[in-house]
């Protein structure tokens, strides 16, 4: 289906013959509520006729027309810039409250499943290709920034997060995700990591005993929810994503959830069940949105996130980890308004916030358009390397089922009933290969399966793990003939 995660724009809602028409409303629309501003990069004209799948002559005059209005200016070099901020000044929120009491953080264990693995083929989940890390773009945004930083931008800088990187994140977030929010109401994390962390402690604080996650669901996520004092309360995810009546009958009055690519198994939650959804969450519920792998996205439209329907009941969190590089330990956090005092005093208490400089660089990459081009770059990288280990298990695993391919950095091999989904990731070490088996993530007992992370190897490799994988699985697997595998649910 064509469609573009800038701002979500479909063309399929517009009118006959009217395509230009419709694309300049559109952007024109973004400029006066505020999505887009002064100095934001609208996407190149090639890269997004072929995303909207319209002739490339619809974006050119589209664009043309703005700049014409003088909303737009065409620069050689650095492309189509907005020109002009929306008329009439945007509502400033309320100052935030006064901080609370420090929250204290233990220390967090390192899991076993992050130390280097001794494999020769690395198949884990959620790690992006860290060899297409832009480094010439990086060296030079870090150039500029040091050439034009004062001594001031390299102290002690607000726990909060530097004004830049906050304003950046503002602006991509309302252009790819549908997230409105001011600077203010952002909080710079090290990550989704520490997102849940802070969110956990100040439930807590605030007399929250327990959490719903999903089930199967990232195992992850769950043991930060537990280390932080909550009870991790397993909801059913299925075919429609996660079983919104079991989260009600839960008991718990908080979630985490992953509604864009559910993981481990990658549904996109139902239309129904986001509005069931927000309803619970309208009566007093607080849905954490784990963005989990929303920039990557290959046959199916955006979808915008949940936070812009309900903003006082959803904190949307999301980071860099899956987009440069998960040692960059950068991410962002948008609560409700009523929230952020203490998180940003938990955060000041754990670690006095976020390294300044690398905020600054990402905050210049994002200004410049750099970092959406490397999305663009990986993006066709990422579709290539899926494709490859999806045709691999068709020819080489007739007898599984592989699932959740229109989106991420994995994908969901479902093996046949009965077959031990541990005892076969033991037998693909042997072999060479690491993946995660699909009981790794699951609480209650459920059909077997392996996750497998495409994004970090070369087509060429995935082909030679998936055929390791065919040798180290039982022969009902590899030959098929066996039963069916069952739904991941």
């Known amino acids: 289906m064509a469609g573009t995660d800038f701002l979500h724009l479909d063309p399929s809602a517009a009118p006959p013959g009217g395509l230009t028409a419709w694309l300049c409303d559109a952007v024109r629309a973004a400029v006066q509520d505020g999505r887009l501003t002064a100095g934001d990069h609208l996407p190149p004209t090639r890269a997004l006729a072929g995303e909207l799948g319209v002739s490339r002559g619809v974006v050119v005059e589209a664009y043309r027309r703005l ?29 935030p409250a006064a901080r609370p009491a420090h929250v204290p953080r233990p ?37 500029e920034v040091l050439a034009g930083a004062g001594s001031h931008d390299l ?31 952002v909080l710079v994390v090290a990550g989704v990591a520490q997102a849940i962390a802070l969110v956990c402690q100040v439930l807590r604080a605030r007399g929250a005993r327990a959490m719903a996650v999903e089930d199967p669901g990232s195992r992850g996520a769950r043991e930060e929810v537990a280390h932080w004092g909550l009870d991790p309360v397993p909801v059913a995810v299925d075919a429609d994503g996660v079983d919104v009546a079991a989260l009600a009958a839960s008991g718990a009055r908080a979630a985490l959830l992953t509604p864009a690519h559910q993981f481990p198994t990658g549904v996109l939650l139902a239309p129904q069940r986001r509005r069931d959804l927000l309803a619970w969450a309208a009566g007093g519920g607080l849905v954490l949105e784990d963005d989990y792998d929303a920039e990557h996205r290959y046959d199916r439209p955006p979808v915008p996130a949940l936070q812009p329907s309900a903003p006082d009941r959803v904190a949307h969190c999301g980071s860099t980890s899956k987009t440069l590089a998960p ?3 950068l991410g962002w956090l948008v609560p409700p308004r009523h929230l952020l005092p203490d998180l940003v005093a938990a955060r000041h208490a754990s670690d ?138």
């Open 155 to 185: 102290g002690y800088g607000d726990p909060q997060g530097s004004a830049p990187l906050r304003r950046e994140v503002v602006g991509w977030l309302a252009r790819h995700r549908g997230v409105r929010a001011d600077p203010d109401d």
């Open 107 to 143: 220390a967090l264990p390192v899991p076993a499943a992050l130390l280097p693995p001794d494999v020769e083929l690395d198949l884990s989940p959620g790690v992006p290709d860290l060899s297409a890390f832009p480094r010439a773009a990086w060296l030079r945004a870090e150039r």
């Open 327 to 329: 040692g960059m330990r």
């Open 67 to 95: 700049a014409d209005e003088g909303l737009v200016l065409a620069r050689r070099r650095t492309g189509t810039v907005v020109a002009a901020l929306p008329t009439g000044a945007r509502p400033l929120p309320a100052p």
């Open 352 to 489: 006095l916030g976020s390294p300044a400089l690398a905020q600054l660089v990402l905050a210049r990459l994002l200004a410049s358009g750099a970092y959406e081009r490397h999305l663009r770059l990986v993006r066709g990288r990422q579709r290539a390397r899926r494709d490859a280990v999806v045709a691999a298990a068709r020819e080489h695993l007739p007898a599984t089922r592989v699932e959740g391919v229109a989106a991420g950095l994995h994908v969901l091999l479902l093996l046949p009933e009965g077959v031990d989904d541990v005892d076969a990731t033991d037998r693909a070490r042997q072999e060479g290969v690491l993946v995660q088996p699909l009981s790794w993530h699951r609480v209650r007992p459920g059909p077997p399966g392996l996750v497998l992370g495409y994004a970090a190897q070369p087509p060429d490799r995935l082909r030679e793990a998936v055929r390791r994988l065919a040798r180290a699985l039982p022969a009902a697997v590899s030959r098929g003939g066996g039963p069916a595998p069952a739904p991941a649910s």
